[in-house]
């Protein structure tokens, strides 16, 4: 099975998946590896890490295109290249539209560092400091074309302390990302974690 993963910068979610699939060797069990890294900017860091790590790396630069769907046309192409299993946003900061999520249902993933449905968007631990929650953490779910609407697959959560800035708090919650997003993967892979419905379907131990 082929993994695409899609990113816009620093890829350590992408590093963290990389690491569990070659530790719990993904590629016998349950047989799959990422096939290529692409990101909508030609400079992200996880780029250079790919091609350091002998895995394709693509850029699809959002700027050269005159609209979204254009941009979007190229990104589909150069994923499908791939023949992704599955399609793992990672930091990935474009807004994908109906176009491409539809033919891809329930083969996408996302992670947001929130716990979903709150605080969609940007901006989150700033705004979950503001609004005085005490847990905040991250949410791997499948993506609809709604933004950050898709089916909750699953979730990690941290505290918020007093003294905590944005920083302090993305910085807790990025570390939890780093268990859960490889996790969620492997268990969709085998088919232990499935879209039905609208819902992620998964059994209570998964
Ligand atoms: C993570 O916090 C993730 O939740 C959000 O963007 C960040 C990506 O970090 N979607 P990285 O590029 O994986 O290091």
Redesign the pocket.
């Known amino acids: 099975k082929n993994i695409v993963i899609l990113?816009s910068?620093?890829?350590?979610?992408?590093e963290a998946i990389l690491r569990a699939s070659r530790e719990q060797r993904w590629e016998q069990n349950p047989g799959a590896r990422i096939a290529a890294v692409i990101s909508n900017r030609p400079g992200a860091r996880?780029l250079e890490t790919a091609r350091r790590e002998g895995i394709p790396a693509v850029a699809v630069d959002h700027k050269l295109f005159p609209t979204r769907e254009a941009f979007e046309e190229r990104l589909a192409q150069e994923v499908d290249r791939f023949e992704p299993d599955l399609i793992v946003l990672?930091?990935f900061m474009r807004i994908l539209t109906e176009r491409f999520v539809a033919p891809r249902e329930g083969k996408i993933l996302n992670?947001?560092?929130a716990l979903l449905p709150l605080f969609k968007g940007l901006d989150t631990h700033q705004r979950a400091i503001d609004a005085g929650v005490r847990v905040h953490g991250?949410t791997v779910h499948f993506v609809s074309a709604a933004l950050d609407g898709g089916a909750i697959i699953g979730q990690a959560v941290v505290p918020v302390l007093p003294s905590d800035t944005a920083e302090t708090l993305?910085a807790r919650?990025?570390e939890l990302?780093h268990v859960l997003y490889p996790r969620v993967c492997r268990a969709v892979l085998e088919g232990r974690v499935r879209l039905e419905g609208g819902r992620a379907v998964m059994d209570d131990d998964t």
């Open positions: 990113i910068g620093r890829g350590s979610n992408f996880g990672a930091g992670i947001h560092p991250s993305a919650g990025l990302e």
